[in-house]
């Protein structure tokens, strides 16, 4: 990550029944999403899935801007929309625009 890029991460939790739809979904990711991301200022996006667990790490230009954009799109709001039915919790675009992605507090970094 450079100098010039904000970090974050998030977690949601899969519907442990649903794991395999919510894995498949992604198989598929609307190109307005990935539009919407660009328009956004992100730089990089991983997803990691674990048991239950989906792991989200956002690296963009401002993560404010970013929350922003994806908040005001429609695509985006109905592609979390789709994949919310496989998740028992994470991402709620129905919540209050700074409660919509569950961002996690960095507690300790190494670097080199």
């Known amino acids: 990550m450079t100098d010039d890029l904000e970090r974050a991460v998030y977690l949601q939790r899969i519907d442990p029944d649903r794991k395999d739809e919510?894995?498949?979904?992604?198989?598929?990711?609307?190109?307005?999403?990935?539009?919407a991301m660009e328009r956004a200022g992100v730089e990089r996006f991983d997803l990691y899935v674990r048991d239950d667990i989906a792991v989200c790490i956002l690296e963009a230009e401002d993560i404010s801007a970013y929350d922003d954009v994806m908040a005001d799109d429609s695509t985006v709001q109905e592609w979390e929309r789709h994949?919310?039915?496989?998740?028992?919790?994470?991402?709620?675009?129905?919540?209050?625009?700074?409660d919509q992605i569950p961002y996690m507090d960095q507690l300790w970094s190494f670097e080199t």
């Open 22 to 35: 919510y894995v498949a979904a992604h198989d598929d990711v609307p190109d307005g999403v990935t539009d």
């Open 83 to 98: 994949v919310a039915q496989f998740k028992t919790a994470g991402v709620d675009v129905d919540a209050a625009e700074d």
